[in-house]
């Protein structure tokens, strides 16, 4: 926990946990680089996504057993 935290400064509890803030421009930002794109992009995009939360599921299945 964050010195700032501890102190009620702040309710971060990890210097590495994100604001809210963070969260909301950082899918402000995804939504305008899908709105740009052709669909030939956005489905390898989607593709690649499919992948990425495939792997994730493997990783977190191989790490509880």
């Not at 680089?33 to 792997?55: F, P, Q, T, V």
């Amino acid at each position: 926990m964050s010195v700032d935290y501890l102190l009620g400064r702040n309710n971060q509890k990890r210097y590495y946990d994100l604001k809210v803030n963070t969260e909301s421009d950082a899918d402000k930002k995804l939504q305008g680089l899908i709105y740009k794109l052709d669909e030939e992009d956005k489905g390898l995009l989607i593709a690649s996504l499919e992948n990425s939360l495939l792997l994730a599921k493997r990783l977190a299945k191989k790490k509880l057993n």
